[in-house]
């Protein structure tokens, strides 16, 4: 009798099924665990190299990366913003975004992580930790910035080092854009390794400064499910902003009044006034 016919009139037994079941959930265990280990090659992706800007500093990190660095000042303004971009871009590529900021009346700092446009090193979250904790120092040890006065700007795989840095250092506030519960669940919805990266969900109710959580309603790449429970987990004062009709890097394209009135209405609900 022909094979196929066989298995169609006689279909594998229970046993067999599930025999096959586990062996395939083993063999995608291990695909995770592999791409687990792997995931600084998987995960970062630095742009091209850059030159520096005027003005830009160099800051050592206890990593024993050379990160660069850019404060801008505005005397008009009660607030720094301490922006972290998203993957594959660097402070070159935000550079109109900062001017917007700070015309907007904030104070500005962004920086490059290890690895990533005119900064040393290689790029993982150790590092991209680091280099926020040296950046921060710098504001408030050699800028002489009080804590209260740093509002903390993290942007998709951003969000991952302004989680952490909030969750240890005090500051004046939180504005997470794209943000993941973790960086495996993007992939994997639950957890499923006992380990992660960037694990959010783990840090964030440990922080309570005022929060405007900013996520597009259609973000294919970092679903809004994962903002959506940020938000709902977040115990401290907070608003947000969730953009109909936006994906992951098109909210200022299709919502840019929108967008700016939300950061508006964020700044005037904090404690400190713009002189």
């Known amino acids: 009798m022909n094979p196929k016919l066989r298995n169609f009139l006689s279909p594998p037994s229970f046993k067999g099924?599930?025999?096959?079941?586990?062996?395939?959930?083993?063999?995608?265990?291990?695909?995770?665990?592999i791409a687990a280990l792997n995931v600084n090659h998987l995960l970062f992706h630095p742009p091209?190299?850059?030159?520096?800007?005027?003005?830009?500093?160099?800051?050592?990190?206890?990593?024993?990366?050379?990160?660069?660095?850019?404060?801008?000042?505005?005397?008009?303004?009660?607030?720094?913003?301490?922006?972290?971009y998203g993957n594959g871009e660097d402070m070159a590529s935000n550079h109109d975004y900062?001017?917007?900021?700070?015309?907007?009346?904030?104070g500005t700092c962004g920086y490059d992580y290890p690895g990533y446009g005119t900064s040393s090193g290689k790029p993982s979250e150790a590092g991209c930790i680091a280099a926020i904790d040296a950046v921060y120092d710098y504001l408030t040890k050699e800028q002489h910035i009080p804590a209260e006065r740093i509002i903390l700007y993290g942007h998709s795989l951003g969000s991952g080092p302004t989680i952490?840095?909030?969750?240890?250092?005090?500051?004046?506030?939180?504005?997470?854009?794209?943000?993941y519960l973790s960086i495996f669940r993007v992939v994997t919805h639950f957890r499923v390794l006992p380990w992660d990266v960037f694990n959010n969900i783990a840090k964030i109710s440990s922080i309570h400064v005022p929060l405007l959580s900013i996520h597009a309603l259609n973000d294919h790449t970092v679903p809004f499910w994962h903002g959506e429970k940020l938000y709902d987990t977040y115990t401290g004062p907070k608003q947000n902003y969730w953009v109909?009709?936006?994906d992951h890097n098109t909210i200022l394209e299709v919502a840019w009044q929108?967008?700016?009135?939300?950061?508006?209405k964020y700044r005037e609900s904090l404690p400190l006034k713009n002189p």
Do not use: C
């Open 244 to 246: 109909p009709n936006a």
């Open 17 to 33: 099924w599930l025999k096959s079941l586990l062996r395939s959930f083993i063999l995608g265990y291990v695909i995770l665990i």
């Open 258 to 264: 929108p967008y700016w009135e939300a950061v508006e």
């Open 164 to 179: 952490d840095l909030a969750s240890r250092k005090p500051v004046g506030g939180l504005i997470l854009e794209g943000a």
């Open 98 to 106: 900062m001017v917007a900021l700070h015309n907007r009346g904030w």
């Open 48 to 84: 091209g190299h850059h030159v520096d800007f005027p003005g830009q500093v160099k800051l050592h990190t206890a990593a024993g990366d050379d990160i660069t660095a850019l404060y801008q000042p505005n005397p008009q303004a009660a607030y720094v913003v301490l922006f972290s």
